[in-house]
């Protein structure tokens, strides 16, 4: 499940999550530096953490 090619101010992001064995997993790629809100619905977990510019991943157990 994701988002692929998303133009938010002129910069490109994809956005794509995934279950693996170590649980679910937030896989993002943007052009620029972001900030990425993840909110656990139903867990009242929130995190805002900084994107750098590339891919990167994150587990969401680690939240």
Known sequence: MGIERLSL???MI???SN???RG???RL???KLYYFTIEILGEN???TLPIPS???SM???KL
């Open 24 to 26: 679910w997993e937030i």
């Open 29 to 31: 790629e943007s052009e």
């Open 45 to 47: 977990k929130k995190k």
């Open 9 to 11: 101010k002129r910069n």
């Open 19 to 21: 279950k693996t064995d």
């Open 59 to 61: 587990l969401i157990d």
């Open 14 to 16: 994809t956005i794509l």
């Open 54 to 56: 590339g891919k990167c």
